[in-house]
């Protein structure tokens, strides 16, 4: 674990209501960017998720994770909004559209939990998230 000893995501804790924004406007793109790895990177070697009803632990988890859910989930895109945040933890609501294999669209609405080290990575995340089944015309994230 020597490589997480030497990381350091900036913001770091404890918050301010500026830096938690920060913290969230860095995840949104990182997301957004469906990059694996480079999301992979903003959390602890040893992190705990749950999403919906699956629970990931660690960055191989999750990178495995994320590459088969951008397989899955097509012309991704993502929207994190500020809920709530203290010296170490964030909660965000978030809404993300997607298109399936078969070509239907998706919006999902969320919440998330986020706890963080000391050094800025988080080690807990708690997703809860629900899909609506909508239209191409209903989309409004772009």
Not at 33 to 62: C, H, M
Not at 104 to 116: I, M, S, V
Not at 129 to 140: F, L, P, W
Request: hydrophobic residues 30%.
């Amino acid at each position: 674990m020597q490589q997480e000893q030497d990381e350091i995501k900036l913001p770091v804790p404890p918050f301010t209501l500026e830096t938690a924004k920060q913290k969230i406007q860095l995840a949104e793109d990182a997301w957004n960017s469906q990059d694996p790895i480079k999301v992979s990177k903003a959390y602890t070697v040893d992190s705990e998720w749950r999403n919906r009803s699956l629970f990931v632990n660690g960055r191989e988890e999750i990178q495995a994770f994320l590459t088969d859910k951008w397989q899955n989930e097509e012309n991704y895109k993502l929207k994190k909004e500020y809920w709530a945040h203290s010296d170490d933890r964030i909660a965000v609501r978030f809404e993300y559209e997607y298109q399936n294999k078969d070509g239907d669209w998706f919006r999902a609405y969320g919440n998330e939990n986020w706890e963080f080290n000391e050094k800025g990575l988080m080690k807990k995340r708690y997703a809860s998230i629900n899909d609506v089944a909508i239209s191409e015309e209903e989309r409004k994230l772009r």
